[in-house]
């Protein structure tokens, strides 16, 4: 599951780099490394939110309670990462104009297409096999249950025991 704090961390640090680089002087240009930490980031807070969401069956269940905090901790680094974006917005356009904020738009719709066919992918596939095996293995617990019922009653009725 995607940490919603972790990936705020991880966007207001890249965040922080860009504002202080800029702030020195430096190109965007050279600011491509914390950029797209911080795109990436933005994708996994967005990501998880969709996992809230959707949660998996056994976190319904068993970790109702986590659900809603969690979903206040995605929104609290959702706001954060809109206010993040309207700052990084206003400092590219100042420095570079709007074409530059336009083409970043641009990369960072690639850069999600791209987590998306990969990481996301691959965390959907885990989560599903996770919540495939915990159902195998609470519907084997059951049948042990309703097999040794069956068996206590044979065995009661029979004599056995």
């Known amino acids: 599951m995607i940490d919603p704090i972790s990936a705020l961390a991880v966007a207001s640090s890249?965040?922080?780099?860009?504002?202080?680089?800029?702030?020195?002087?430096?190109?965007?240009?050279?600011?491509a490394g914390a950029l797209g930490k911080w795109m990436g980031a933005v994708s996994d807070i967005k990501k998880a939110e969709e996992y809230n969401k959707k949660p998996p069956l056994f976190k319904k269940l068993f970790a109702s309670?986590?659900?809603?905090?969690?979903?206040?901790?995605?929104?609290?680094?959702?706001?954060?990462?809109?206010?993040?974006?309207?700052?990084?917005?206003?400092?590219?356009?100042?420095?570079?104009?709007?074409?530059?904020?336009?083409?970043?738009?641009?990369?960072?719709?690639?850069?999600?297409?791209?987590?998306?066919e990969t990481i996301y992918a691959q965390e959907e596939l885990r989560r599903k096999w996770i919540e495939a095996i915990a159902i195998g293995l609470a519907a084997l617990v059951v049948l042990g249950a309703i097999v040794g019922l069956g068996w206590l009653v044979y065995a009661s009725r029979n004599g056995i025991i």
């Open 14 to 31: 890249a965040f922080n780099a860009v504002k202080s680089a800029v702030g020195a002087g430096q190109d965007i240009e050279n600011m």
């Open 65 to 116: 309670g986590s659900v809603e905090e969690e979903a206040m901790q995605i929104f609290m680094a959702k706001k954060k990462a809109e206010d993040m974006r309207e700052q990084l917005r206003q400092i590219i356009i100042h420095t570079r104009g709007l074409s530059a904020w336009d083409e970043l738009v641009r990369t960072e719709v690639n850069i999600r297409k791209k987590r998306q």
